[in-house]
């Protein structure tokens, strides 16, 4: 059974930094691409980073620049790294596993099937 759990959401002030933390397990990780996507209130679950299997890396306009996805195999788990957060970043935060291995990063949220449960994230002006 896939399990899939992120972390360290928070309160901070615009201008700060956070890291997220997603760990999964049931898979073999390394073989997966993995998303990163939020949700503010009111909104529609919108994407935010990819980390393809072999570490490459693609995200949306508004978090280029800003924030960074890495993983490490041998924990099963990725990461979200925030820098310069803004108001406007405010949401859940929630990773997800696709149901295949080896597959093309994607944006979309059809693309995968597990997702955890969400960590929120809340910046004040």
């Known amino acids: 059974q896939v399990q899939v759990v992120e972390s360290g959401g928070d309160l901070v002030q615009a201008g700060g930094s956070l890291r997220l933390t997603c760990v999964v397990s049931g898979r073999t990780f390394s073989k997966y691409t993995m998303g990163w996507f939020r949700q503010a209130p009111g909104k529609e679950r919108e994407f935010v980073s990819a980390i393809h299997w072999t570490s490459s890396t693609v995200y949306a306009d508004s978090a280029k620049g800003r924030f960074t996805a890495s993983r490490d195999n041998v924990k099963n788990t990725v990461y979200l790294q925030m820098n310069s957060l803004k108001p406007e970043d405010t949401a859940v935060y929630y990773c997800?596993?696709?149901?295949?291995?080896?597959?093309?990063?994607?944006?979309?949220?059809?693309?995968?099937?597990?997702w955890g449960q969400g960590t929120q994230v809340t910046v004040s002006s």
């Open positions: 997800a596993c696709p149901a295949s291995p080896y597959g093309q990063v994607s944006a979309e949220k059809g693309g995968y099937r597990y």
